[in-house]
């Protein structure tokens, strides 16, 4: 009897399990990827006494705003002053004429330039910040995959000036 009881419980759960739930027979949406956020640096601030940037842990930093990635690329973060709008857009035009014929990558706003050269051979993201500007870039003889310039361009989204 005590198994007949259990059973018939069993059956009656699974039973009553399938009846719930959507009724219209709308196919299931098909899920749409979200880009992973570019996670923000931990490790070390490195500064030249101007700007600033958090590089990653395993790089070397030599203490002047100079150091290697990982993988020996040399990097540099330096800033100046900026004085003048007209003073920017030339800063910005030198820049680009450094570039011009070296089929890099470039994207520009109204208050910051990236440069990103073919192959991931090198990078470079200037910012002004009112009347001062800040710099970082890596170079390397290397031909550098996707995700390591990804994390130059973290390390990137982490300048700033030194705060007084």
Known sequence: ????????????????????????????PTPVPTPIPTQAVTG????DGICQV????????????RGQTSLGDSWVVFGG????DDAWSR??????SQVENQDATIDETDTSITVLQ???RGYLYRERFGSQYCEFSVRTNSDRAD???????????????VKS
């Open 91 to 96: 800063a910005i035009a030198l820049v680009k």
């Open 1 to 28: 009897m005590r198994r007949l009881l259990t059973g018939t419980a069993l059956v009656s759960m699974l039973v009553l399990a399938g009846c719930g739930g959507n009724d219209d027979n709308a196919p299931t």
């Open 118 to 120: 073919p192959a991931g």
């Open 147 to 161: 995700d390591v310039v990804t994390v130059w361009k973290t390390v990137a989204d982490s300048i700033a000036p």
């Open 44 to 47: 070390s601030v490195a500064s």
């Open 54 to 65: 958090t590089i990653p842990d395993d790089w070397v930093n030599d203490g002047t705003g």
């Open 81 to 84: 002053a900026i004085a003048s």
